[in-house]
């Protein structure tokens, strides 16, 4: 593989004294034993973070677009929505994406000023 290695996570941050995992608050992502394995693998710090929250992950937002334009296709079998799930994939462009990503700044500058809410 050319001289690259796998890092894992921990790989990625050595060096650093302490950092934080964040995930979504989804409820498989909340369970006892994915909790147990990021704090033994990873790291004892998690912060909590809204399940699919599109305010502060911009994959959400892609996600919301994606299912919309899926659904507008009514898809009636598993090869139609798998065809329509790539098409809605091909339909994203890179300006919408830039768009989501660069609405985080302005995002998490509400939360911090109302304190964990979006307003």
Known sequence: MLGIQKVGIKGMFRGIRRWWFQQDGAPVHKDGDSIKFIRKK???????????????????????????????????????????????????????IRKCIMGIKKNMKKVIKHEGNLQ
């Open 42 to 96: 990873i790291t004892r710090n998690i912060l909590p973070h809204p399940a699919q929250s599109p305010d502060l992950n911009p994959i959400e937002l892609i996600w919301a677009r994606m299912k919309k334009e899926v659904e507008m296709r009514c898809p009636q079998t598993k090869a139609d929505l798998l065809e329509a799930i790539i098409e809605s994939w091909k339909n994203i462009n890179i300006r919408f």
